[in-house]
């Protein structure tokens, strides 16, 4: 049973056009995050949830916005998408800070 | 800024083998954590291990911690040919329980 469900798997966007990402859980988790993660490299953390608590990663550029309306859903809106926003976005959930985390499958961007 | 650094960056081995990989870190952490992740796909969790333990077992897996040294490793014994995927290592870092991840290993293990 997938406990961490991201939508859409493939999302193209041209640029500049805002694209919303969607990840929703079945842990019933306190944390949910956002990575970023390039070819090849390591997952970058963009922002995290702890309850409604949203806590921001300093380096992580304004384009990027998200919203937890509820404990199950958590969104990653990007504004105005540029090519280097091209990457693949991973969504997790831990239930404290720092403990285990399950990743969703993951979405991949492509902008155009 | 990256708190775990695995090594090697690609290991290449024949399956049936062992596989070890390294992960150092820079500041006093809370636990280590060990994903793996094949191509494509989301990370996958493979084993915590507390900063007060030394070694911890699942399966085929062997993680040990040497909290003296800023060193954990994994290693995978008998490796198959589905083991071929990355493998990272995460941990919190300046007193953040947040764990940020280094760049992985990339392990390729031949039938």
């Known amino acids: 049973d997938a406990m961490v469900i991201q939508n859409p798997r493939y999302q193209v966007t041209q640029f500049g056009k805002p694209v919303t990402l969607s990840c929703s859980q079945t842990?019933?988790?306190?944390?949910m995050y956002w990575y970023q993660q390039k070819s090849s490299q390591a997952p970058k953390l963009l922002f995290h949830?702890?309850?409604?608590?949203?806590?921001n990663e300093a380096d992580t550029p304004d384009n990027f916005q998200s919203r937890r309306p509820n404990t199950s859903f958590c969104f990653l809106d990007i504004r105005s998408p540029g090519l280097g926003d091209a990457a693949m976005y991973l969504c997790?959930?831990?239930?404290?800070?720092?403990?285990?985390?399950?990743f969703g499958p993951g979405t991949r961007l492509l902008v155009l | 800024s990256q708190q775990g650094e695995e090594d090697p960056q690609a290991l290449s081995i024949q399956e049936g083998e062992n596989a070890t990989m390294n992960c150092s870190y820079k500041t006093s952490i809370n636990n280590l954590q060990w994903y793996r992740q094949n191509s494509g796909r989301g990370l996958v969790h493979l084993i915590l291990?507390?900063?007060?333990?030394r070694e911890k077992h699942s399966g085929r897996l062997r993680v040990t911690l040497d909290t003296s040294k800023k060193s954990s490793s994994l290693l995978i014994t008998a490796s198959r040919a589905a083991d071929t995927a990355s493998y990272f290592c995460?941990?919190?870092?300046?007193?953040?329980?947040?764990?940020?991840f280094g760049r992985g290993t990339s392990l390729i293990v031949h039938p």
């Open positions: 949830y702890y309850d409604k608590d949203f806590n």
């Open positions: 291990i507390r900063s007060n333990e």
């Open positions: 842990l019933n988790h306190n944390v």
């Open positions: 995460a941990t919190g870092s300046g007193g953040s329980y947040i764990p940020t």
């Open positions: 997790a959930t831990s239930i404290l800070a720092g403990e285990t985390q399950y």
